[in-house]
Structures are given as C-alpha cells and as structure tokens.
C-alpha cells in the first residue's frame, strides 16, 4: 500500500540498477492505479533497457529537480506494451492528472518517434 505521500505528489524519484549495480534516478511523472505506481516513457530509454535486466526498483515521492519528499519504498516493475489494455488505462489516468502538460510531451513523443511503452511498479513487501 502507498503511504498518502504518493497520493498528493506530482512525481517519484524512479531509482533503477545498471548492470554493474549503479543505481540510476529519474523522476518521473506517475499515476497510482490499483495500488501500483504506474508511467509511460519511451522503450528507446535507458531505464527500459535497465528494467529489462533488472525489475527491481526503489521510489519515492520528489518534487521536479529529484528532491525527495517521502518514503522510500522497493517494488518491482513490469513493462506494458502500449498495445495492452492496462496500458490504456494508464494512458487515461495521465492525461487526467496532467492535462495539457502531457499533451505536450505526448506530442513530442510522437514527432520524434518515439514508441511508448507503460511501467506498472508494485510494492513490495517490507
């Protein structure tokens, strides 16, 4: 479960591991859906390629610059095609929650060719 912190924050510092076990941060604008943290990025990305590798993330609740603002907590990450049905879901709840902004950025996805690809991070355990 999400501790309210996820609930009021716009964005999560999303921690992945490169291969070598470097930690790498992004934040990253998220929705929460069925108790999971849930984004959209690109599959050309590095935390796509990374989670490809490793599923196992950290995260925490961050304002625009990466500062944290809340709890940390592990989860793992599943990738969703954008053709998936959840992933329609997702797509909806962004654009609920971030307006115009997301449209713009959608848009640039799109010129620049970019093939969406959705992240569902469920908690784990402590």
Not at 9 to 21: K, M, W
């Amino acid at each position: 479960m999400h501790p309210p912190p996820f609930t009021d924050s716009e964005r999560i510092q999303l921690v992945t591991r490169r291969r070598n076990g470097a930690e790498v941060a992004t934040p990253v604008w998220f929705v929460l859906w069925q108790d999971m943290a849930c984004l959209r990025t690109a599959t050309r990305f590095g935390k796509v390629r990374r989670l490809h590798d490793d599923p196992a993330v950290r995260y925490a609740p961050c304002d625009w610059d990466g500062n944290v603002s809340g709890p940390w907590l592990e989860g793992r990450a599943e990738l969703i095609a954008a053709t998936d049905e959840r992933a329609a879901v997702i797509d909806r709840l962004l654009d609920e929650k971030y307006g115009e902004r997301r449209a713009q950025m959608s848009r640039l996805m799109q010129t620049e060719g970019m093939e969406p690809v959705f992240i569902a991070i469920t908690p784990q355990a402590r």
